[in-house]
């Protein structure tokens, strides 16, 4: 059975909750957003991550007890810190104030060379949360460095809609290009807002969809926005 909000009623953001919905014709970014069922797949396998520092962003299960996400989601905004482990939580099956279960995180790991007063550069921005009790659902599998053109969708709980899962499910792979770093990173045209932070950037692989990199930005008041790329990331 679904749990209440009300159960992690401090780690929303009382703005949070008075989001008000987008008007249609305004945005392209909002336009090409539709909700998604969160029990269907691929999109079971997302999962809302929130902080107690108020924070609140989008990770995808790549194990039972390990979630990916964006590590500027992981600051907290008063005082330009990592914020700690034992107050990063992830829910599963998150809609509309209910979900279907939540795990503390245990431990936190950053991208090598993030860093968190900056909140960058992008090609470090990504974070690996070990969570100190697994969660249910599926896990998403790695994909390689997906090719231009690829098909691609990008969903996330944002800001414009806090509650529902939202998805483009019709964007596709722009470029991919090395940082100064000589991290990879992909550009797509997928719709999102804040609150996307963090939410895997999908490709097709096989039957399926797997997770080829992290959502670590969108272009305003358009379509667009990079990801890192999980290639050459160490994960385990």
């Known amino acids: 059975m679904p749990r209440r909000l009300a159960v992690l009623a401090l780690l929303v953001p009382a703005a949070a909750l008075a989001q008000p919905l987008p008007r249609p014709g305004l945005d392209p970014a909002v336009e090409a957003r539709q909700p998604v069922d969160i029990r269907a797949a691929p999109w ?14 989008t990770g995808a299960l790549i194990a039972p007890d390990r979630v990916l996400t964006a590590a500027h989601c992981l600051v907290a905004p008063r ?52 969570l100190a009790t697994p969660l ?14 690829a098909p691609a969708m990008l969903a996330g709980w944002q800001q414009d809609r806090a509650h529902a899962l939202l998805a483009d499910t019709t964007c596709r792979v722009q470029g991919r290009f090395r940082d100064p770093g000589l991290r990879w990173l992909i550009r797509h045209d997928c719709a999102a807002t804040r609150g996307a932070s963090g ?15 992290i959502a670590a930005g969108a272009q305003r008041q358009a379509r667009g926005g990079l990801a890192v790329a999980l290639e050459g990331l160490d994960l385990d």
């Not at 079971?44 to 924070?55: D, F, I, P």
């Not at 998150?94 to 979900?99: L, S, V």
């Not at 795990?103 to 990504?126: K, N, Q, S, T």
């Open 44 to 57: 079971s396998s997302l999962v809302r991550v929130q902080t107690e520092a108020g924070t609140r962003c």
């Open 79 to 130: 005082t330009g810190n990592p914020v700690l482990p034992g107050r990063t939580h992830v829910l599963a099956g998150y809609e509309r104030g209910d979900f279907q279960a939540h795990a503390r995180v245990r431990e936190i790991r950053l991208g090598p060379g993030f860093d968190a007063a900056a909140r960058g550069p992008v090609g470090a921005d990504w974070a690996l949360l070990r």
């Open 136 to 149: 249910p659902g599926p896990v998403l599998p790695r994909a390689a460095l997906p090719g231009v053109a």
């Open 199 to 213: 939410g895997p950037l999908l490709v097709r692989q096989g039957e399926g969809w797997a997770i080829a990199g």
